[in-house]
Structure formats: C-alpha cells, structure tokens
C-alpha cells in the first residue's frame, strides 16, 4: 500500500471508530477490488479512496447492495460540490459515477441522494475520507 493509501485507510478507521452513522471498510472480494481502499456508509453508499490522474484525483461512489433512482455529490476540501447526474444507480462498482476532481490534500466527503422529485431528495448515506 501506498503512504497515501494508508493514509485514506488511517482515516476511515479513525472516523469508522468515531463517526456517526458509522462508515465501515469493505472487505468483500466479490464487491472490492483488494487493491482500492473502500468506505461505505449503508447499503446504499461506497466511495472508492481517489485515484490519482495527472493533477487530479477520480473518485468512485457507487451502490453496494440495492439500485436506486438519485444522485452522488461529492464535496471537497476546497468546499466545491460535485453533483452526478440523477439516474437508476445499479449494484455494483462498474455502475458507479467518476468524479474527476483537482488533486488537493483534506477531507473529501460524498452523498447518496435518492431523488423523489426534482426538489425533493432524500439522504440515503454520508461517508468521508482525508488525504
């Protein structure tokens, strides 16, 4: 493992031990890949520790156990918003959303929104990592 990712895995053990609701690592092989630390909030919501891509990082949320209609967002340390398109999210990393973001050390935290509405949205899990 890389210094960076063991400092992603440092501080979603650390927040996993204090945050609320809980964010767990998954260690599923049929679900993860052993090499990209995973963080997961319910079953809706897992965010893949970032990639790094030139002068950015790509970050993967995606849904672990049920397919819903909504959207990601993902917020930076530089306190931007990322919102993925609002579609079907299917079971599974291959189907999640990539956010290609400029590469800065912090907390990146991400969202699963189910979308009842265009204005009505419900939180479906909240997780966050730093590096």
């Known amino acids: 493992m890389t210094a960076a990712g063991a400092s992603v895995a440092a501080a979603g053990t650390a927040q996993a031990a204090s945050a609320a609701p809980a964010s767990t690592r998954v260690t599923s092989p049929s679900l993860v890949s052993p090499d990209i630390a995973t963080y997961c909030n ?22 672990p156990t049920y397919t819903f209609v909504g959207h990601w967002q993902l917020q930076t340390p530089q306190n931007k918003s990322y919102d993925s398109k609002s579609k079907l999210n299917h079971l599974g990393r291959s189907n999640g959303w990539k956010f290609t973001v400029p590469r800065v050390h912090g907390k990146y935290c991400s969202t699963a929104w189910a979308d009842k509405s265009a204005t009505n949205h419900v939180k479906l899990g909240y997780v966050c990592y730093e590096v």
Do not use: E, F
């Not at 319910?42 to 849904?63: E, K, Q, R």
């Open 42 to 63: 319910g079953s809706y919501l897992c965010m893949d520790a970032p990639i790094v891509s030139g002068a950015n990082y790509v970050i993967t949320d995606w849904t």
